[in-house]
């Protein structure tokens, strides 16, 4: 791997986190592309900052939207237990699938996903009525000085959603929240932004899951990751402030469309 | 919200910004003079930061008696000091 100047490295992790912060999928999906195929990072260091800088977007954006009320505590609390054990499990088989069969398997999910956001853009999940008793795991938020309703349904679906995304977070250094967000919101019944902003609570503590078996088998090369890393916590900053301004639907297209070119991108890899 | 949820919201939110503020000083620390010890430090610190935020909650969670989120929250913590104790014989 030839030197590459830092202050590219700051700059793809300021890029990548602004634009994860802003959909709340952690940054890693584009990172690791950028890494591997425009830096010729090996795949695996790729994976290993990117965990990382994962950490670092998702607990700069969760202050930001802890602030704002937009996290689900006890839903992102009962999530990660399902996104931990995934978490675990895909740090440790990391190194026994092959790169193609994980490149095909996840790039399709993604094109799929996104499909499927793009449908379903249109749908609001909140119940107007603000005295609506919003259940154990549901909550209210409000939005342009209202206060609306929504509460969370087919929690099963969210609890495998999650352990999908956490296998997926560790073994490929992603995060989860391309996973977890469209399904929060297109099948569970949560808000756009707080399913993004639940999902970075999340990713956190999904990504140390990974992070820590990452760290302790040596594949963390110190100065690539804390460039990146560097890098990624002003853009996550950032993008967390400009996610109020973007409206929703604006929100769940430019995802879907980021997840459609994302996901055929990642097959062709395997061609 | 309750006034003790949104007090568990400002403690989480302190822990996370001082993890990520402390982490990220000695990042650029490592970068800048080029030693390895800060830069090691730094994203290690980085990595432990939410797991400090769940022994945050943990403790909220303990306090505010609401046993089986206590429950939820100690199994994340197990999960993830097992991964840790992987790691350490890696």
């Known amino acids: 791997m030839t030197e590459i100047p830092s202050l590219v490295l700051v700059l793809t992790g300021a890029a990548t986190g602004l634009v994860g912060a802003l959909l709340g999928l952690g940054g890693g999906v584009f990172l690791v592309p950028l890494l591997t195929l425009a830096l010729h990072v090996p795949i695996r260091t790729a994976i290993a900052a990117s965990l990382i800088s994962v950490i670092a977007t998702a607990s700069a954006s969760s202050t930001i939207n802890l602030e704002r009320g937009l996290v689900n505590m006890r839903l992102g609390m009962s999530l990660e237990v399902a996104t931990t054990v995934g978490g675990l499990t895909g740090g440790l088989i990391a190194a026994s699938l092959t790169h193609r069969q994980l490149f095909l398997a996840f790039g399709t999910t993604l094109a799929i996903m996104g499909v499927v956001m793009a449908l379903r853009s249109g749908r609001r999940n909140v119940i107007a009525d603000a005295n609506v008793e919003p259940g154990r795991l549901g909550g209210r938020l409000v939005e342009d000085g209202r206060t609306y309703v929504y509460r969370v349904r087919r929690l099963p679906l969210a609890m495998t959603a999650s352990l999908v995304a956490g296998a997926i977070s560790g073994l490929l250094g992603v995060g989860g929240g391309i996973i977890k967000v469209p399904v929060l919101n297109a099948f569970c019944g949560i808000p756009i932004r707080v399913a993004a902003a639940t999902s970075a609570f999340m990713i956190g503590v999904t990504g140390a899951a990974s992070a820590f078996i990452y760290f302790g088998r040596g594949d963390v090369v110190l100065p690539l990751t804390a460039a990146v890393a560097i890098g990624a916590l002003p853009g996550s900053l950032l993008g967390a402030r400009l996610t109020h301004k973007v409206q929703a639907r604006s929100l769940k297209l430019l995802m879907a469309v980021v997840l459609l070119i994302v996901g055929l991108r990642m097959a062709l890899e395997t061609l | ?90």
């Open chain 2, 1 to 90: 919200m309750t006034s003790h949820a949104r007090r568990l919201e400002r403690v989480i939110e302190v822990a996370l910004t001082g993890g990520v503020f402390v982490s990220g000083l000695l990042l650029v620390t490592g970068l800048v003079t080029a030693s390895t010890a800060p830069l090691w430090w730094g994203v290690l610190l980085l990595i432990l930061t939410p797991f400090v935020r769940v022994v945050v909650v943990t403790v909220g969670l303990v306090l505010d008696d609401d046993w089986p989120f206590v429950a939820i929250s100690l199994f994340v913590m197990g999960v993830l000091l097992s991964s840790l104790w992987v790691a350490v014989r890696l």
